[in-house]
T-cell receptor, first 118, second 115 residues
Framework: AQSVAQPEDQVNVAEGNPLTVKCTYS??????LFWYVQYPNRGLQFLLK??????LVKGSYGFEAEFNKSQTSFHLKKPSALVSDSALYFC????????????????FGKGTKLSVKP | EAGVAQSPRYKIIEKRQSVAFWCNPI?????LYWYQQILGQGPKLLIQ????????DSQLPKDRFSAERLKGVDSTLKIQPAKLEDSAVYLC???FGKGKNTEAFFGQGTRLTVV
């Protein structure tokens, strides 16, 4: 069955330092991978996606993610963290082999809280 | 471009009461989703519509939850009767077309508290 794991409940970084939020996945085919961010009392906002092609994907707000097929990972990264990046981050996967003719359900991880301190 | 609109933002009801949530997707988006997000967990799909037809309701508790998308635009999600464990944020999302690589855009959600 398809699944997503975010092994860290919380990640703490200092402003200006690089950040990494980890995500691993399990699907039966080649995955479609997504990252979303959720600010307090807000809906989820799309950050970036990996469909095919370059393993390094660039997204909104200076975020990027690296797809690693051998490690089944899709870690979110940013070279220099901002206090305003503090939020809840969700990794999601869509398994193109398991959508029964529909567009396919997005399976979300449980989320990682990112805290950036000044 | 206007985003996904949801109402109400907050709702408190007693168990065994009924409640309804409304969603207006982004104009032109054929696919509409309802997700349930319990505190401390990621969103879980309840139902997915393609235009006004249901394409996935496998995780919808059909004994108490129902949803419709008449005319293929707005959608309502209803819970009747509510249970304590239904306390969650209910997120509506929409996406354009039928592509598997298409991202979904989310509304702000409705926070439901069942007491």
């Amino acid at each position: 069955a398809q699944s997503v794991a975010q092994p860290e409940d919380q990640v703490n970084v200092a402003e200006g330092n690089p950040l990494t939020v980890k995500c691993t996945y399990s699907v039966s085919g080649n995955p479609y991978l997504f990252w979303y961010v959720q600010y307090p009392n807000r809906g989820l906002q799309f950050l970036l996606k990996y469909i095919t092609g370059d393993n390094l994907v660039k997204g909104s707000y200076g975020f990027e993610a690296e797809f690693n097929k051998s490690q089944t990972s899709f870690h979110l990264k940013k070279p220099s963290a901002l206090v305003s990046d503090s939020a809840l981050y969700f990794c999601a996967v869509r398994d193109p082999l398991n959508y029964g003719g529909s567009q396919g359900n997005l399976i979300f991880g449980k989320g990682t809280k990112l805290s950036v301190k000044p | 471009e206007a985003g996904v609109a949801q109402s109400p933002r907050y709702k408190i009801i007693e168990k065994r009461q009924s409640v309804a949530f409304w969603c207006n997707p982004i104009s032109g988006h054929a696919t509409l989703y309802w997700y349930q997000q319990i505190l401390g967990q990621g969103p879980k799909l309840l139902i997915q519509f393609q235009n006004n037809g249901v394409v996935d309701d496998s995780q919808l508790p059909k004994d108490r939850f129902s949803a419709e998308r008449l005319k293929g635009v707005d959608s309502t999600l209803k819970i009747q009767p509510a249970k304590l464990e239904d306390s969650a944020v209910y997120l509506c999302a929409s996406s354009f077309g039928k592509g598997k690589n298409t991202e979904a855009f989310f509304g702000q959600g409705t926070r439901l508290t069942v007491v």
